[in-house]
């Protein structure tokens, strides 16, 4: 008999309270078997909620903060109205967004128009499953996390391809393929970078990734591997850009030459959730980003055991979500000072430059291991 | 005529556990997506079930614990091939304008094709002992990516660490190929400063 459980100190919990809960129900219902399914789908559910909670829960704080992070860098001071310095901003906007009405345009392709945005949303709440918020919060602890995270991306492009065709536009359908050729050719220095955080941390693990890191600040990743480390975190922080279809990379919803790229004909709820992907890519990225190169959940130790101990005083979350929003805030300030490059410009600088420098990178980390490390 | 003709005792006493229900479940999507990979009229919808086949076919290796095997399929199929077909289908004119249907003339060959091949895959599978209630003989890890790993790049007699290193050198060839085929030449180059100025 199969037996599914989650180790986790919740499941823990919700594993020793169903049973006692159990005793109060009649007789007949009372079995082991039951218990431990009952206790699995409890802790399944839980799971399921906590992911969604932190998805979507987060997205309307990086649109208010998108927001503010761009009046602020064009000298202005963003939504000042509803709320203390317009935070209700976001939540009423959201409640437009949902209570729009849902439409297709004529001669669009009904099953694909709908389904693209279901897609589109698959890979970032994988990634986030994955990812270890604190030392025994993760909801997915899976030996090939890794693999796992460049398997799933895929589904991003095909999500893209398919609206921008379904919608039956030709702006959608050119911002589809430039987009989709854009992720397609991103996506191999993406994965590249990653291979090479496996290289050197020796775990396809997140969480193993993670505690490779323990000790004072200078063990992470992005420190541990003189210059080599900090390279690769600039190559993942451009790749990563491209990959979510953020500025300076977002050829693919360029609005002055495209219109609205491939969510042109979206609307309402479906819009909402082409929307929500982008910023759950922008949570999943700068959580992958803080696993693999700023230690994670770790705190910044520097080695005086005085402030080492106040610092570990702070639980394990607290430094993730600082490290993540820090890493949010710079691609937030990225979007808005660098200028879009051209499709062909774009296509050059993957090709021609960062994969041969993540080829040579990996053959230097490799040396460095074998011969240094 | 044919003697093997019977078949053995049907295994049909499988425990239904949670692992059971699970198989069943996938096994009837994909085999639904499957079908409908074929009998759809629009292109690009039939690539887009033929994604979804896959997926649980992937689904069905990590029911299997064959979690490498399950990704290289998602990452090969999901993320490779198939998008590369349906970059395609964009990129062929009058897409979904007129449905395209496969019409096969010879209904009855085809026919007894397949009634042939399900034949044969049952007389193949169900004379396998305890093919229902059998235990994995596998030890445990056996298909992490760790042994996995260590089995492919062994030195020993059972190591593929050559065969491994040619597919390498292979991959990193198209990779520089693609690189060489988008490059442009200096012809191009010149002409294109030509056109600007």
């Known amino acids: 008999m199969f037996v599914p459980s989650v180790t986790n100190p919740v499941g823990d919990f919700v594993r020793e309270w169903v049973p006692k809960l159990a005793e109060?129900?009649?007789?007949?219902?009372?079995?082991?078997?039951?218990?431990?399914?009952?206790?699995?789908?409890?802790?399944?559910l839980i799971c399921v909620v906590a992911v969604c909670a932190v998805n979507i829960g987060s997205a309307p704080i990086l649109i208010y903060m998108e927001r503010k992070v761009c009046a602020h860098v064009q000298c202005r001071l963003g939504p000042m109205r509803l709320g203390w310095h317009g935070t209700i901003q976001t939540i009423a906007d959201v409640i437009k967004m949902l209570f729009k009405?849902?439409?297709?345009?004529?001669?669009?392709?009904?099953?694909m128009f709908y389904m693209a945005p279901l897609i589109v949303l698959i890979a970032p709440f994988i990634v986030c499953a994955l990812i270890p918020f604190s030392r025994d919060l993760v909801v997915a602890d899976v030996s090939m996390g890794i693999p796992m995270i460049i398997a799933v991306n895929g589904f991003g492009v095909l999500g893209i391809l398919l609206g921008g065709w379904s919608s039956n536009n030709k702006y959608s359908?050119?911002?589809?393929?430039?987009s989709g050729a854009q992720m397609i050719s991103y996506e191999i220095s993406f994965a590249m970078i990653l291979l090479f955080v496996v290289m050197i941390s020796g775990s396809t693990n997140l969480m193993s990734i993670t505690l490779g890191q323990e000790g004072t600040i200078f063990d992470w990743w992005i420190f541990k591997i003189p210059v080599l480390g900090f390279i690769a975190f600039i190559l993942f922080f451009i790749s990563s850009t491209a990959e979510m279809n953020r500025a300076p990379f977002d050829i693919a919803e360029a609005e002055q030459e495209l219109t609205g790229g491939y969510h042109t004909e979206y609307n309402g709820t479906p819009f909402a959730m082409f929307y929500l992907a982008e910023y759950i890519a922008l949570i999943t990225n700068s959580a992958l980003a803080t696993t693999c190169f700023l230690g994670g959940f770790l705190p910044p130790c520097i080695g005086i055991t005085a402030i080492d101990n106040v610092l570990n005083m702070v639980p394990g979350v607290v430094w993730f979500f600082a490290k993540v929003y820090f890493m949010i805030w710079c691609y937030m300030m990225v979007r808005w000072t660098f200028v879009r490059p051209r499709v062909d410009q774009?296509?050059?600088?993957?090709?021609?430059?960062?994969?041969?420098?993540?080829?040579?990178?990996?053959?230097?980390?490799?040396?460095?291991?074998t011969i240094g490390g | 005529m044919f003697p093997n003709l019977a078949l053995p005792d049907m295994p049909f006493t499988f425990p239904l556990?949670?692992?059971?229900?699970?198989?069943?479940?996938?096994?009837?999507?994909?085999?639904?997506?499957a079908v409908f990979t074929v009998a759809v009229k629009n292109i690009l919808q039939s690539a887009v079930f033929l994604i979804f086949s896959f997926v649980t076919t992937?689904?069905?290796?990590?029911l299997l614990h064959a979690e490498f095997i399950a990704l290289a399929q998602v990452m090969a199929y999901v993320g490779g091939v198939v998008i590369l077909v349906v970059f395609t289908i964009l990129l062929t004119t009058h897409l979904g304008e007129d449905a395209f249907s496969t019409k096969i003339p010879r209904l009855f060959a085809a026919f007894s094709l397949s009634a042939a091949f399900?034949?044969?895959?049952?007389?193949?599978?169900?004379?396998t002992p305890d093919i229902a209630v059998a235990t994995p003989s596998a030890p445990e890890g056996y298909s992490s990516l760790q042994s996995f790993a260590i089995r492919l790049l062994g030195y020993s007699q059972d190591g593929f660490i050559i065969p491994?290193?040619?597919?390498?050198?292979l991959l990193l060839m198209t990779l520089i190929c693609a690189i060489t085929v988008a490059r442009k030449t200096k012809d191009e180059v010149e002409k294109e400063k030509e056109v600007r100025q």
């Open chain 1, 101 to 111: 009405e849902v439409y297709a345009p004529s001669g669009a392709d009904k099953l």
């Open chain 2, 118 to 127: 399900v034949f044969v895959m049952i007389k193949c599978i169900l004379p």
């Open chain 2, 17 to 33: 556990g949670g692992m059971d229900i699970a198989f069943y479940a996938v096994a009837i999507v994909m085999l639904v997506t």
């Open chain 2, 58 to 62: 992937a689904i069905l290796y990590l």
């Open chain 1, 24 to 44: 109060f129900l009649p007789a007949s219902l009372q079995s082991d078997t039951l218990n431990s399914v009952v206790a699995f789908l409890v802790n399944a």
């Open chain 1, 173 to 178: 359908l050119l911002g589809a393929l430039r």
């Open chain 1, 346 to 369: 774009l296509m050059d600088f993957e090709w021609k430059f960062l994969l041969p420098v993540n080829l040579v990178l990996l053959v230097v980390g490799a040396a460095y291991i």
């Open chain 2, 164 to 169: 491994f290193e040619v597919v390498s050198v």
